[in-house]
């Protein structure tokens, strides 16, 4: 599943997407790129989510989807 992600202020590359980067804008651009996987894909479970983002937990994961869900007041 492609996931197209609105441009930032900043270029943000798959490969941040799924590193290890604690980055302000990697995270919030990594946090939506969660969200929208999620919403697209209702059936995905927050464990797949986190293989598909750098192997990262389902609470992780969880806790993303809330965090940007709160930033955009969703």
């Known amino acids: 599943v492609e996931v197209r992600i609105p441009p930032h202020k ?3 590359t ?3 997407l799924v590193g ?3 980055r ?3 995270v919030k651009a990594r946090n939506a790129a ?8 209702p ?16 609470a992780t ?3 993303a989807l809330n965090r940007y869900a709160k930033e955009v007041k969703l």
Do not use: H, Q
Request: glycine share 8%.
């Open 10 to 12: 900043c270029v943000v």
């Open 14 to 16: 798959s490969d941040d």
């Open 20 to 22: 290890r980067s604690r």
């Open 24 to 26: 302000a804008d990697i």
């Open 34 to 41: 969660m969200y929208r996987l999620w919403r697209r894909c």
């Open 43 to 58: 059936k995905i479970t927050l464990r797949e989510i986190g293989e598909r983002f750098g192997g990262r937990t389902p």
């Open 61 to 63: 994961v969880f806790n």
